[in-house]
């Protein structure tokens, strides 16, 4: 098994130390991941740094933030990372799992076709500006509907990375890159294509371990997100996406079931 990595939750603010500590693992295994950049972030969870009064979020090394968030992205693509449009604002308005129901709220699934094609031209823009282009979109809660498909095609997104598979797909004129449904289980798989999600924010020095034992691992093949990026897309019909659908909702239960037995 080929398996890719994708950084969530990329903001200004974030928890920076966790970051760099988790990058210092990546650059020791060569590994290039997907990260999902936030445009403009209002979600108070993902604020983990204050912002000094001059509007600045430190200097890069011991845990604090680059000077400039935004040129930092840009070197991280030179290195060979690449950058996903992680929603708009990262905040979530709706109760609705969408197409995808590993969650069941939302930025995007269940806001209006108009209002999601304005968000995304937003964040588009606002990436723009920074002089950040992309194409791939990484939803927020991976949580997306219908809509959001017609509207991420009409403002110039081509791909998404989310669903379940042993390889990319295309469905409805987008092009999916599967994430991992069990870590553990792809882990032990001997073909095909997946993505290890990782938030940053959340990575203790005991996750950092584990981490580093999966990268060690002899029974997979760790790649670059751009030669996942390479790989061709099948056509999936509506019997894999329902599949998919149901194995999504089922994880989602399964978390709740555990939620509860830890109250």
Same mark, same amino acid.
């Not at 969870?45 to 000094?52: I, S, V, W």
């Not at 791939?136 to 095609?153: R, V």
């Given at each position: 098994?080929?398996?890719?990595?994708?950084?969530?939750?990329?903001?200004?603010?974030?928890?920076?130390?966790?970051?760099?500590?988790?990058?210092?693992?990546?650059?020791?295994?060569?590994?290039?991941?997907?990260?999902?950049?936030?445009?403009?972030?209002?979600?108070?969870?993902?604020?983990?740094?204050?912002?000094?009064?001059?509007?600045?979020?430190?200097?890069?090394?011991?845990?604090?933030?680059?000077?400039? #968030?935004?040129?930092?992205?840009?070197?991280?693509?030179?290195?060979?990372?690449?950058?996903?449009?992680?929603?708009?604002?990262?905040?979530?308005?709706?109760?609705? &799992?969408?197409?995808?129901?590993?969650?069941?709220?939302?930025?995007?699934? &269940?806001?209006?076709?108009?209002?999601?094609?304005?968000?995304?031209?937003?964040?588009?823009?606002?990436?723009?500006?920074?002089?950040?282009?992309?194409?791939? #979109?990484?939803?927020?809660?991976?949580?997306?509907?219908?809509?959001?498909?017609?509207?991420?095609?009409?403002?110039?997104?081509?791909?998404?990375?989310?669903?379940?598979?042993?390889?990319?797909?295309?469905?409805? &004129?987008?092009?999916?890159?599967?994430?991992?449904?069990?870590?553990?289980?792809?882990?032990?798989?001997?073909? &095909?294509?997946?993505?290890?999600?990782?938030?940053?924010?959340?990575?203790?020095?005991?996750?950092?371990?584990?981490?580093?034992?999966?990268?060690?691992?002899?029974?997979?093949?760790?790649?670059?997100?751009?030669?996942?990026?390479?790989?061709?897309?099948?056509?999936?019909?509506?019997?894999?996406?329902?599949?998919?659908?149901?194995?999504?909702?089922?994880?989602?239960?399964?978390?709740?079931?555990?939620?509860?037995?830890?109250?």
């Amino acid at each position: 098994m080929k398996i890719a990595v994708r950084l969530d939750d990329i903001t200004p603010d974030m928890d920076w130390e966790r970051f760099f500590r988790f990058k210092a693992l990546l650059d020791r295994y060569q590994v290039k991941p997907l990260i999902g950049v936030v445009p403009d972030n209002q979600d108070s969870n993902l604020m983990k740094n204050k912002m000094a009064g001059d509007g600045s979020f430190g200097s890069a090394g011991g845990g604090k933030a680059p000077e400039d #968030f935004w040129p930092y992205v840009k070197a991280l693509e030179k290195e060979g990372w690449v950058i996903a449009m992680h929603g708009l604002h990262h905040v979530y308005s709706t109760k609705k &799992g969408g197409l995808f129901p590993l969650n069941n709220f939302s930025e995007f699934a &269940g806001v209006s076709f108009e209002k999601q094609r304005e968000m995304l031209a937003e964040g588009k823009r606002r990436l723009a500006d920074k002089g950040i282009d992309t194409d791939i #979109f990484m939803a927020p809660a991976h949580s997306y509907d219908a809509n959001t498909l017609k509207a991420l095609k009409e403002t110039g997104f081509s791909s998404l990375t989310d669903g379940f598979g042993n390889g990319p797909y295309s469905w409805r &004129g987008m092009k999916f890159y599967p994430i991992s449904f069990h870590l553990g289980r792809t882990l032990k798989k001997s073909r &095909g294509y997946s993505t290890m999600v990782v938030h940053t924010d959340t990575v203790s020095p005991e996750d950092s371990k584990r981490y580093e034992r999966y990268l060690e691992s002899k029974g997979s093949q760790w790649i670059s997100y751009r030669e996942y990026l390479a790989q061709p897309g099948r056509k999936r019909g509506i019997p894999g996406r329902c599949l998919e659908y149901f194995l999504a909702k089922g994880k989602y239960w399964m978390a709740r079931v555990r939620q509860l037995g830890r109250r």
